[in-house]
């Protein structure tokens, strides 16, 4: 008896111990905000970046929107540029790119994988549901890509013609629209700007739909593609592009949006904009890329 009331001590202070050891990591406040990936969970992602000193954003490595160098192995790229140096303005030293499916971006951002999506992604009504948008940071518009001797000399001769176009792209829904009204013969879907690209070079799809800054830096680049961007054309899919937060991370969008209007009105959006080869009609001013406008 003397054994068997020793053992159930031992077992009651042992329940005790642990039932002590949760209550006590119940006891604080659950974090109402969005965590930056590996930090402490009590800090909102601005406040966690800045103290780990890194700000990890999503891109699908398109150039020339945000891609890692193949032979520096840096993070370059308009959309890099403008994100690396709003975080040196915020502090925050380090900018990190984790590549991921241009379809999946927001999916592994409210997965907390990573702090926001940099990835020359248009503001669209469906992924305003799913993220909170910055201020618009320039705007841009579709190319149709054609090889150099193609018989395709405007859009009306996409009727007997297959594109291919980029899954997640708003491009891609433009070629879809254009299949059903009939404007296109048929539609081929590519995971990756590369594929899109290597498809129309090799006589997969007679032409291809893609984004302009995309294709125009592609062919410059590399000089295998026998490729050309149809002229005339003029964009139907003109977009804004931002950036990307989580819903709940409006003190990291504040902080952004803050340092973008800044970098308009002293000049520094449109320098980039022209190192990549746009010009005025790109540059989206302070009072129209507003947030609370688009």
Do not use: H
């Not at 003397?2 to 329940?15: E, F, P, R």
């Not at 984790?98 to 997965?111: A, G, S, Y």
């Amino acid at each position: 008896m003397k054994k068997l009331g020793k053992k159930l001590l031992v077992v009651t202070m042992v329940i005790m111990s642990c039932i002590g050891f949760m209550t006590g990591c119940g006891s604080g406040s659950p974090s109402t905000t969005s965590t930056s990936a590996g930090n402490d969970k009590s800090k909102d992602t601005l406040a966690a970046a800045k103290e780990k000193g890194v700000l990890t954003v999503a891109s699908s490595n398109d150039a020339p929107f945000a891609f890692m160098d193949a032979k520096t192995n840096e993070f370059t790229g308009i959309d890099a540029e403008i994100i690396t140096e709003v975080a040196k303005r915020l502090g925050i030293n380090k900018v990190e790119m984790k590549q991921i499916p241009f379809e999946n971006l927001l999916v592994e951002l409210n997965n907390n994988t990573v702090d926001m999506v940099t990835d020359g992604m248009y503001v669209k009504d469906e992924r305003k549901k799913l993220a909170l948008f910055t201020n618009i940071w320039y705007k841009e518009g579709e190319a149709i890509v054609i090889p150099k001797d193609s018989k395709i000399a405007s859009k009306d001769d996409l009727k007997n013609a297959t594109l291919g176009g980029q899954k997640g792209t708003a491009f891609l829904e433009t070629a879809q629209k254009w299949q059903q009204d009939g404007s296109v013969k048929d539609v081929k879907v590519f995971g990756s700007q590369s594929e899109l690209m290597l498809a129309v070079n090799t006589g997969k799809v007679d032409a291809c739909i893609t984004d302009g800054m995309v294709a125009g830096y592609t062919l410059s680049q590399d000089s295998s593609l026998n490729l050309k961007i149809l002229s005339p054309y003029k964009a139907e899919t003109s977009g804004m592009i931002a950036a990307a937060v989580r819903k709940n991370d409006k003190a990291l969008a504040d902080a952004v949006n803050e340092q973008i209007d800044e970098m308009k009105k002293d000049g520094t959006i449109l320098k980039l904009l022209k190192k990549y080869g746009m010009n005025e009609d790109y540059f989206v001013s302070v009072e129209d890329g507003k947030a609370s406008d688009k």
